[in-house]
């Protein structure tokens, strides 16, 4: 892989959602919404990058649903 796909940033903020278990994986979930779902599947840097979660917690307020975060 090149190089420039190790290059980060990071965003400010802190994310809202709490980490729970998803059919016996972990996860991080934001919001609640029980007709509604996002499942965001994370890229290299894993799950718990905080970029990531803000994402999670960004889409799930737009679009008024559950974000689900899965440790894969």
Same mark, same amino acid.
């Given at each position: 892989m090149s190089?420039?796909c190790?290059k980060?940033?990071?965003w ?10 998803l059919?016996?994986?972990?996860v ?8 509604a779902?996002i499942m ?5 840097f894993g799950? =718990?990058?905080?970029? +990531?979660r803000l *994402?999670a ?6 679009a008024? =649903?559950?974000a689900y +975060?899965?440790d *894969?």
């Open positions: 190089e420039c190790f980060r940033f990071e400010q903020g802190t994310p809202v959602g709490k980490e729970a278990t059919a016996g994986k972990n991080y979930v934001t919001r609640s919404n029980s007709e779902a965001l599947i994370h890229d290299l799950w =718990t990058l905080p970029n +990531l *994402l917690d960004h889409y799930a307020c737009e008024d =649903t559950t +975060l899965a *894969l």
